[in-house]
């Protein structure tokens, strides 16, 4: 059964850090593009951080650029998400999706096939 699982989150003070992890199970991680998208209260969700299978260099979004860095191990079948310097506006439920072969990195919602549940950040002080 093809299954993404986050884990890693938790309640944290500004400035501190979290990583995160979204093992796979299911299927081979080493052919698909995965992402990290989160989702706050009210909001949208949207895209954070997006990593290719072929090793190129990653994309971030504007708001955690210098501060998130994505990672993937294939051998595990699990894909990272270091969080420094968090903020308070980092609070979210952040999920991993698995992007439709062969497509690209992007945001879009609907190229992406599967979903996580989700894992919650809190940062508070």
């Known amino acids: 059964q093809l299954q993404l699982v986050e884990s890693g989150g938790g309640l944290v003070q500004p400035g501190g850090s979290l990583r995160l992890s979204c093992a796979a199970s299911?299927?081979?991680?080493?052919?698909?593009?995965i992402a990290w998208f989160r989702q706050a209260p009210g909001k949208e969700r949207e895209g954070v951080s997006c990593?290719?299978?072929?090793?190129?260099?990653?994309t971030y979004a504007d708001s955690v650029k210098g501060r998130f860095t994505i990672s993937r191990d294939n051998a595990k079948n699990t894909v990272y998400l270091q969080m420094n310097s968090l903020k308070p506006e980092d609070t979210a439920v952040y999920y991993c999706?698995?992007?439709?072969?062969?497509?690209?990195?992007?945001?879009?919602?609907?190229?992406?096939?599967?979903w996580g549940q989700g894992t919650q950040v809190t940062v508070s002080s």
């Open positions: 990593i290719s299978n072929s090793g190129g260099t990653p």
């Open positions: 999706a698995r992007l439709r072969r062969w497509r690209l990195c992007v945001f879009d919602r609907p190229a992406y096939d599967y």
């Open positions: 299911g299927f081979t991680l080493d052919y698909y593009n």
